[in-house]
């Protein structure tokens, strides 16, 4: 198991966190199944593809409320 599919897979999530995410773009980045990539994702970062992404956006959307008028 090589971790850098992994990492680009998460750099990928990052980049275009505002956009919807195609299961089958996420399989050919990682180079797993998206079960497999599912259950690897969780055990590195502590959470799911989804709940990671929905993280983001939150995060996004409090930095735009705290620096704009």
């Known amino acids: 198991m ?3 599919h992994i990492y680009n897979t998460q750099s990928y999530i ?4 505002n956009q919807p995410l195609s299961i089958a773009h996420l399989e050919q980045l990682s180079c797993y199944s998206y ?7 969780k055990s590195k970062y502590g959470e799911t593809l989804g709940a990671y992404q929905r993280r983001l956006k939150c995060d996004h959307a409090y930095k735009k409320l705290l620096f704009s008028q």
Request: no cysteine; net charge neutral.
């Open 35 to 41: 079960r497999n990539l599912q259950r690897i994702f």
């Open 14 to 17: 990052q980049e275009h966190n």
């Open 2 to 4: 090589t971790l850098e």
